[in-house]
């Protein structure tokens, strides 16, 4: 889920998960967001560093910073450029993050040793914050 924190005074907030299970370790680092962070209708946001194959995957974590349900494109490229697999939207209500697993999979773009993706906002009115974390699962 969610969580706001507001404060009248300089904070520093980090988040951690990690798991040691049967099929291996995973872990992630999730960045405080704030409003300067936001991808605003009109940007192209860029993450960099997805992949996917030899034990690895790259979750897709979408965040609406704003108060009224947005709707996203996301689009993955190889490293010469071209785009793999299909373009997917991401609908956020306000407020709430979805993620989705294994990304370049869940598009079909295959196996790749490095990609990135591109977050367009679909909608005039919303505000995005989208981490793109990478998972080991050896």
């Known amino acids: 889920g ?15 998960s990690y798991s040691d299970g049967p ?10 967001l704030t409003d300067p962070d936001s991808l605003l209708p009109g940007r192209l946001g860029v993450l960099p560093q997805l992949r996917r194959g ?12 704003g108060t009224t349900t947005c709707t996203v494109a996301v689009k993955a490229f ?9 373009t ?8 709430r993050w979805v993620q ?9 773009a295959g196996n790749q040793d490095t990609a990135y993706a591109t977050v367009e906002v679909a909608d005039s009115i ?3 914050g989208a981490p793109a ?4 699962t050896t």
């Open 23 to 32: 099929q291996g370790t995973m872990g992630q680092g999730f960045p405080a």
């Open 54 to 65: 030899g034990g690895f995957y790259t979750n897709l974590g979408v965040l609406n910073l």
């Open 126 to 128: 919303a505000t995005l």
């Open 88 to 95: 997917r939207l991401f609908t956020v209500a306000g407020g």
């Open 2 to 16: 969610l969580v706001e924190v507001v404060a009248d005074a300089p904070l520093a907030i980090t988040a951690r």
């Open 78 to 86: 190889d490293t010469s450029g071209s785009q793999v697999g299909s």
């Open 133 to 136: 974390p990478a998972f080991e």
């Open 100 to 108: 989705q697993y294994d990304f370049l999979a869940s598009i079909g």
